[in-house]
């Protein structure tokens, strides 16, 4: 960690453990997948949940303003409370609209190597959050 790395909570609650588990279990799935728009979607998602992860744990609520009541997507929610974090959450964010249209059945949408690329890079984001948040890094996903 980086001195302007935010020390994490010494305490994490349930949902921030709970989506971490989610994002491995839909790594798992990406890798085990043969179709390749799922395993690109299942690859994305699980950076999402790792995302929510970092969101459960550093997010506080905020007064109700007009700013506040505008909706904001998971990235930028995690450039606000996790600055550290935004070259990843720009990765992500650039990657939902394939992720919309592979989960749409888009055959198109992704090539095989696009897919096998985003599982490496969701596997390697989830153990950057995992080191963020004070934990243990994961055994790396071997992907074929």
């Given at each position: 960690?980086?001195?302007?790395?935010?020390?994490?909570?010494?305490?994490?609650?349930?949902?921030?453990?709970?989506?971490?588990?989610?994002?491995?279990?839909?790594?798992?799935?990406?890798?085990?997948?043969?179709?390749?728009?799922?395993?690109?979607?299942?690859?994305?998602?699980?950076?999402?949940?790792?995302?929510?992860?970092?969101?459960?744990?550093?997010?506080?609520?905020?007064?109700?303003?007009?700013?506040?009541?505008?909706?904001?997507?998971?990235?930028?929610?995690?450039?606000?409370?996790?600055?550290?974090?935004?070259?990843?959450?720009?990765f992500f964010?650039?990657?939902a609209d394939?992720?919309?249209?592979?989960?749409?059945?888009?055959?198109?949408?992704?090539?095989?190597?696009?897919?096998d690329d985003?599982?490496?890079?969701?596997?390697?984001?989830?153990?950057?959050?995992?080191?963020?948040?004070?934990?243990?890094?994961?055994?790396?996903?071997?992907?074929?």
């Amino acid at each position: 960690m980086t001195s302007s790395t935010p020390a994490p909570p010494a305490f994490l609650p349930a949902a921030t453990h709970a989506y971490l588990e989610r994002a491995a279990t839909s790594l798992r799935e990406a890798i085990a997948s043969s179709d390749v728009p799922e395993r690109y979607a299942l690859a994305h998602v699980a950076g999402l949940r790792a995302a929510a992860a970092v969101l459960a744990a550093r997010a506080r609520p905020t007064p109700t303003t007009a700013r506040a009541r505008r909706q904001r997507n998971a990235w930028v929610l995690l450039t606000e409370v996790a600055p550290e974090l935004a070259e990843w959450a720009a990765f992500f964010a650039a990657g939902a609209d394939k992720r919309v249209a592979a989960e749409a059945g888009s055959r198109r949408a992704v090539t095989a190597r696009e897919a096998d690329d985003l599982v490496r890079d969701a596997d390697r984001f989830l153990a950057v959050v995992e080191i963020s948040l004070g934990l243990t890094e994961h055994a790396p996903i071997r992907v074929a």
